[in-house]
């Protein structure tokens, strides 16, 4: 079983739709927990990181279930700048001191006029 | 404020060569974390350094990989004697601190190609 699991889509949506993406997670050691967007062929960079009371930034908003071990991920009002791939990403520290971060493979959106 | 560099940005190699991946981390940044993202996959973590340290290199194959984190320049990772399945993009991060819900911050990556 992989360490993080997502639906890697694709999700085709209009723009100003709302759409949801989930992430399971099997490590129940598991400390931190983000979403990174990825563009194509670029680098991931950090989105939001979801924290156990869940938050909101703007049109985006985060929930975590640490008993179900599932993250979600909401974006309202979508807008074609949001096309790109969504990764779910959990963290925990190793013995080494280390928190290396754990990516899902990603779900792709693609946002259409 | 430049942030976490990365070169080469590509790379060819034909295979047996060998290929040196350059990471500068963000001014303040003492630690160091590359990953390598295969084709359709998603990243894994390779290695973790920090100045003249290997911290953790569990994600790093034990052979032809190594890694490090000098006191002055940049970290390297180097591959030996290349093979088609190294063809991947490898990205390097940084942050100022470890610990839950550290940032890390990524550079633009180098994408390997192995003929």
């Known amino acids: 079983r992989k360490e993080v699991e997502q639906d890697p889509g694709p999700f085709n949506v209009p723009e100003g739709a709302t759409v949801a993406f989930n992430c399971t997670y099997s490590?129940?050691?598991?400390?931190?927990f983000f979403w990174y967007r990825q563009d194509c062929r670029k680098e991931p960079k950090l989105l939001m990181s979801?924290?156990?009371s869940g938050n909101e930034d703007g049109r985006f908003t985060a929930q975590l279930n640490r008993a179900s071990q599932y993250i979600s991920l909401l974006i309202r009002d979508s807008k074609l700048s949001d096309s790109a791939t969504y990764l779910c990403v959990v963290s925990y520290t190793r013995n080494s001191g280390n928190t290396p971060l754990v990516f899902g493979k990603g779900t792709r959106l693609s946002v259409i006029a | 404020n430049a942030g976490v560099m990365q070169n080469p940005r590509h790379l060819v190699r034909r295979r047996g060569q060998e290929a040196r991946l350059r990471c500068s981390p963000m001014k303040g940044h003492s630690h160091v974390y590359w990953y390598r993202q295969l084709p359709e996959e998603g990243l894994k973590f390779m290695v973790y350094l920090q100045k003249e340290n290997i911290i953790d290199e569990s994600g790093m194959p034990k052979e032809r990989f190594s890694a490090e984190f000098p006191k002055e320049g940049p970290s390297i990772l180097r591959i030996q004697q290349v093979v088609r399945g190294d063809s991947a993009a490898y990205f390097c991060?940084?942050?100022?601190?470890?610990?839950?819900?550290?940032?890390?911050?990524f550079g633009p990556g180098t994408r390997l190609t192995v003929l």
């Open positions: 490590n129940s050691a598991s400390q931190s």
């Open positions: 979801v924290y156990s």
């Open positions: 991060a940084s942050s100022a601190t470890t610990g839950t819900y550290n940032e890390q911050f």
